[in-house]
């Protein structure tokens, strides 16, 4: 399986980069610490401040390899061997997420510490990260290969998840807000993940009933999959 | 199309308006070492990205191994071997890991890895990023072949080497062609064109203006011989009198090429005496590629960069 090869060496070479660190591990752990020590009981905050986790993670690991890949050309590597380009976004997409899932992982651990109730549905909830891992991977590399140059793809990344961190109501619940903002949620990627979430561990949900949050976050996964292909196709 | 290891065919690329490469036709034969010579920008990179399927092809189409670029990529990638003009494996990862990677990618055996470790005589443990510039393009060389490709495809192979180092690779290149391996080179260094390849193309904006061995090319000076002239002071009446033998400039020495050299020599000491300049040095030798190279490349339009007017 060419996947898990270009995936095992993705996890090699990437793990140690700055931006996996600063930005994926870094960053989304001490942001959920810094609120679980603010409000102590984080159970309704809890699955907002994973699936944060989960987006950092993700689209921080699969964006530093690409700008390195870019930059320093072994992209090129991967693209002259005999590698299907899904298979090269395959594989891009299954270690981002592994990243994502052991940042989110850890946010798990630190904020169980703070949790009054147990996780409702844990099987769930691991299935919840996991297709959510893999929507915000697949986002993250098509926004990569579509900046032109690779080294703004952070700040491009930063355009589109500081945002969504309030418009997803990953800290502040959509049902507070008035009913055109959630609209705005509704277009928002991460509110499925963030509902999801909340549903399986929780047991209820604010907006969206979690059959659709499954649907629509795998919906998401494909097609950023899809248009991370075409924009490989289209580059190279 | 079996003919030959690479054949193009109009081979075309355009982005927008710009015509990268502009319809080449080449066939490199198998077992040959082929290089495509040309100043910067004049397409050579872009016929390689093409060639291996790096990039996409506007118009005509290419035959690796007797598959077709457009058509057959995923085979023409089996068959093939790329040595890009950097060294580009992974940082991080040791020498071997690299190799293993590589091998992985190509379903290649492991024994193979070790095999080229031992016979490229590579530090197997070092990460690659810590290696030196020499070792890093040995350990790209071998990356390369480690699938057993039966054309390699090597773009500027010896820039950024110091002088030893790139004569191993020049060494290595040709051991490589005497196992069997076609090589396809592009270079704009002077001494990788006139010591590696069996035959020579040479491209400018984007077109062949020349091809054949390196004698034949130098057949394309005609009989003459190369002179250069090193006088003081070179002024723009002295240019425009010699206008006639196309003088090009090297690191401050006039260079021509004529077919009598004593008739040039006493055009050349009567323009000495109507123009009072001094005549520093001077010397006569065989035409080189280099001078094939500069007469095909810059005789319309000045591209020297050394032209001291």
């Known amino acids: 399986m060419k996947i898990l090869v270009i995936a095992e060496k993705e996890l090699k070479e990437y793990i140690l980069k700055p931006g996996s660190i600063s930005w994926g591990i870094i960053f989304p752990l001490v942001f959920t610490l810094a609120f679980a020590v603010r409000f102590g009981d984080v159970d ?23 700008i390195f890949e870019r930059r320093l050309r072994t992209f090129e590597r991967l693209l002259v061997a005999p590698v299907k380009r899904v298979e090269i976004v395959g594989a891009k997409i299954l270690v981002g997420t592994l990243f994502g899932l052991f940042v989110g992982a850890v946010s798990f651990l630190i904020l169980r510490l703070f949790m009054a109730y147990r996780v409702w549905n844990p099987l ?71 509902d999801g979430m909340r549903y399986a561990m929780l047991g209820y949900y604010d907006v969206i009933n979690p059959i659709y949050d499954l649907l629509v976050t795998v919906l998401l996964s494909m097609l950023f999959t899809y248009l991370s292909v075409e924009e490989l196709r289209r580059l190279y | 199309m ?50 291996t399927t790096l990039t996409q092809i506007t118009s005509g189409n290419a035959w690796v191994n007797g598959y077709s670029v457009r058509e057959e990529p995923l085979l023409v990638k089996r068959s093939i071997g790329l040595v890009p003009d950097v060294s580009n494996l992974y940082d991080e990862l040791t020498v071997e890991e690299n190799l293993l990677f590589a091998a992985r990618l190509y379903n290649a055996p492991i024994e193979r890895v070790r095999e080229l470790i031992r016979e490229f005589d590579l530090p197997a443990n070092k990460k690659f990023g810590k290696l030196s510039s020499g070792f890093k393009r040995r350990t790209t060389i071998a990356a390369a072949l480690v699938h057993r ?25 040709r051991l490589l062609n005497k196992e069997g391996i076609t090589v396809f080179i592009t270079t704009h ?69 004529v077919e009598d050299v004593d008739e040039f020599l006493e055009e050349l000491f009567d323009l000495k005496m109507r123009l009072g300049f001094k005549v520093k040095r001077i010397s006569t030798e065989l035409p080189t590629i280099e001078d094939v190279f500069v007469e095909l490349t810059e005789r319309n339009g000045c591209s020297c960069g050394g032209c001291p007017l």
Do not use: C, Q
């Open chain 1, 44 to 66: 309704h905050l809890a699955p907002g401040l994973m699936s944060i986790s989960i987006l950092f993670g993700t689209t921080s690991f699969v964006s530093s390899s690409i």
């Open chain 1, 124 to 194: 769930l909830l691991i299935t919840f990260m996991f297709v959510s891992g893999t929507a915000f991977s697949g986002l993250a590399l098509w926004v990569s290969l579509r900046v032109e140059n690779p080294i703004n793809a952070m700040t491009w990344l930063n355009l589109i998840r500081l945002p969504m961190i309030f418009t997803s109501g990953a800290i502040v619940s959509l049902l507070l807000f008035p009913h055109w903002f959630i609209v705005v949620g509704l277009i928002t990627p991460m509110t499925y993940a963030v």
């Open chain 2, 2 to 51: 079996e003919e030959g290891a690479v054949v193009a065919e109009g081979l075309t690329k355009r982005y927008g308006d710009f015509t990268a490469v502009d319809g080449i036709n080449l066939t490199v034969k198998r077992g040959e070492i082929y290089g495509l010579l040309g100043p910067n920008g004049a397409g050579k990179t872009t016929t390689v990205r093409m060639l």
């Open chain 2, 149 to 173: 490709p039966e054309v390699l495809f090597m773009d500027e192979p010896t820039t950024a080497l110091d002088v030893s180092s790139a004569r191993n690779v020049r060494n290595l290149i």
């Open chain 2, 189 to 257: 260094n002077m001494i990788d064109a006139e010591s590696l390849p069996h035959r020579i193309g040479i491209i400018k904006e984007g077109k062949i203006i020349a091809e054949g061995k390196g004698r034949e090319l130098k057949e394309l000076m005609g009989k003459g011989m190369v002179v250069k002239l090193l006088v003081e002071p070179i002024t723009s009446k002295l240019i425009n009198e010699i206008e006639a033998y196309s003088p090009t400039f090297d690191e401050g020495f006039i260079v021509v090429t």
